[in-house]
């Protein structure tokens, strides 16, 4: 293995350590605003932060010039990716920041099979193994020995829906535009999105944003603004596969935090269903990039 990809394996594996434990600045933010008001702050920290990557960033000949044409998909995009994040933001109010974590980690199995329904790509039959031990694990984490399904984690789930769509929305108009433009757009749409929320339904009080002011800050500055830039400088050099399993293991990181920061404690029951959704998520992953590169060897 290059050091390059050592390098860049490293830097996707911090970027997905400041994602999973974004989920517990999340769920401490709760303790102090309303979850439209918490993205509408997040955002503007994020938006910031991408500005100046943006305005330096070059449109490689390739991509569009258009700005009708960037705010018109980034718009799109910046919606699902607005209901998603709403959607989570809502359910860490009633659950845990581990469980949101490995919930939402089951986008990686969503989207194969999603791929299948719109006909992206042929669905493999380690993403059909991986989706049934994830659904199971996702049972056993979930729901109660009463069968009593948590809102919380329903409210998740459906975000973890919007997270899958988003992220085929942005496999296919990623190469038409310019990464970082197309970023910025999507944060503006979710930050103006939020802040209409947030004004409508929740009290927009400074001196309880100012209470939330460390967990804010971590989820702008951190999780969108920095993680983003490290994301796209470590898949320079990193192989499809390796980014798959590295990013798999922020629902674990999420568990972790939870449980050392927040004291959050998992029952055994919840941690076989964390360790069936990992094995779900994992296969699902290895078994398709391992079946593409044989395919690729065959041509």
Same mark, same amino acid.
């Given at each position: 293995?290059?050091?390059? &990809?050592?390098?860049?394996d ?5 970027? +997905? ?22 993205? +509408? ?18 449109t490689?000949?390739?991509m569009?010039n ?8 980034? &718009? ?6 607005? /209901?998603?994040?709403?959607?989570q933001?809502? *359910? ?8 949101? *974590? ?5 986008y ?6 999603? *791929?299948?329904?719109i006909?992206?790509e042929?669905?493999?039959?380690? &993403? ?5 031990? +994830?659904t ?25 829906? /919007? ?11 990623s ?16 930050m ?19 209470? @939330? ?13 920095? @993680? ?13 596969a390796? +980014? ?9 990181? @999420? ?14 029951? @919840?941690?076989? *269903? ?5 094995s ?13 590169r044989?395919?690729?060897q065959?041509?």
């Amino acid at each position: 293995m290059k050091l390059s &990809t050592l390098k860049s394996d490293f830097i996707l594996l911090v970027v +997905a350590t400041i994602w999973g434990m974004a989920f517990v600045a999340q769920r401490v933010g709760m303790d102090h605003v309303g979850p439209f008001t918490f993205n +509408a702050v997040r955002f503007t920290i994020g938006t910031i932060c991408l500005l100046p990557l943006a305005l330096v960033s070059k449109t490689k000949p390739y991509m569009s010039n258009s700005i009708t044409q960037l705010a018109k998909s980034g &718009t799109i995009a910046g919606f699902f990716l607005f /209901c998603g994040i709403s959607l989570q933001q809502m *359910g860490l109010v009633y659950t845990t920041a581990g469980k949101a *974590g490995f919930i939402t980690g089951l986008y990686v199995v969503m989207v194969p099979i999603m *791929g299948l329904f719109i006909k992206q790509e042929k669905t493999s039959l380690g &993403t059909w193994i991986g989706a049934l031990l +994830a659904t199971l694990g996702m049972y056993f984490l979930s729901v109660n020995k009463g069968v009593k399904i948590n809102i919380g984690d329903i409210l998740v789930l459906f975000s973890t829906v /919007c997270f899958a769509v988003h992220l085929i929305i942005i496999g296919r108009i990623s190469s038409l535009f310019n990464t970082a433009k197309l970023s910025l757009v999507q944060c503006v749409v979710c930050m103006v999105l939020s802040f209409c929320f947030a004004f409508s339904l929740e009290s927009f009080i400074l001196e309880d944003i100012l209470k @939330a002011a460390i967990p804010l800050l971590y989820g702008g500055m951190f999780a969108v603004g920095i @993680a983003y830039s490290l994301q796209i400088y470590g898949q320079k050099n990193a192989p499809p596969a390796h +980014a798959a399993i590295i990013f798999s293991l922020e629902s674990v990181i @999420a568990a972790l935090g939870g449980w050392i920061i927040l004291s959050e404690i998992m029952s055994k029951r @919840a941690i076989l *269903g964390c360790a069936m959704m990992l094995s779900g998520m994992l296969i699902s992953q290895v078994y398709t990039l391992h079946s593409r590169r044989k395919q690729r060897q065959a041509e």
